[in-house]
């Protein structure tokens, strides 16, 4: 499968643990992003990666969120002290310049916080 | 930053009529708009997208315009089938700026 994977696809946790989740994009794209989709509502950016600098997070990033992208390759996204509102899909995908900028998504994280 | 607003919200079609789905954004510098199709369950996949500088793309049943000045851009699906079923989004962006903004979407049901 060469599109972009996602690990672990479900995740329940119980409210103030950490989480981390990990994306796997295309493997000549260089641009990775993390969005959040709650149901019912589009996707929401989170941050942005290009290779492995960091280029942009959202306000919606709280302190609580960490994203690390070391090798330019995969990506994590690790939450501290989970909350009930950080119930959603996280959504990663990825996209090559050479491409158009066309971004391509995984098939999502699903945090269920108790 | 960049708002997009999609409208409308749900839509119902006969099989074989159009569908027609409009969003708006505030941006004057957005010029990518793409529009990806979601359905339940799976991962939002990309159908079309056009670029400012043109203000219509076509690909078999599906095309997409584009009004700069106005700033709204509409998906139109042609001879709907019903696996046509499915909740849709537009979205903005830039070069430079790539993160995409997604409207709230529009779930597309298509009567047999």
């Known amino acids: 499968d060469t599109g972009v994977s996602q690990d672990p696809r479900h995740k329940i946790t119980k409210r103030g643990q950490n989480v981390t989740f990990r994306c796997d994009p295309i493997s000549e794209h260089n641009r990775l992003y993390w969005y959040r989709q709650t149901l019912g509502q589009g996707p929401e950016f989170l941050t942005y990666f290009q290779n492995e600098a960091q280029l942009e997070k959202s306000r919606l990033l709280s302190d609580r969120f960490s994203a690390e992208r070391p090798k330019g390759s995969f990506s994590t996204l690790e939450i501290q002290r989970t909350e009930q509102g950080d119930s959603a899909m996280y959504l990663c995908?990825?996209?090559?310049?050479?491409?158009?900028?066309?971004?391509?998504f995984g098939p999502g994280t699903r945090l269920t916080v108790l | 930053g960049e708002n997009v607003e999609q409208h409308p919200s749900t839509l119902s079609v006969q099989e074989g009529d159009s569908a027609v789905i409009k969003c708006t954004y505030s941006?004057?510098?957005?010029?990518?708009f793409p529009w990806y199709k979601q359905e339940l369950g799976k991962r939002p996949q990309l159908i079309i997208d056009i670029r400012s500088n043109v203000g219509e793309k076509k690909d078999q049943r599906i095309a997409v315009t584009l009004n700069k000045t106005a700033k709204h851009f509409s998906l139109h699906i042609t001879e709907t089938q019903p696996e046509d079923s499915a909740v849709y989004f537009c979205a903005a962006s830039y070069f430079g700026n790539e993160k995409l903004t997604f409207g709230t979407g529009t779930r597309l049901t298509i009567i047999p």
């Open positions: 941006d004057s510098a957005s010029n990518y």
């Open positions: 995908a990825s996209s090559s310049p050479l491409g158009g900028n066309e971004q391509f």
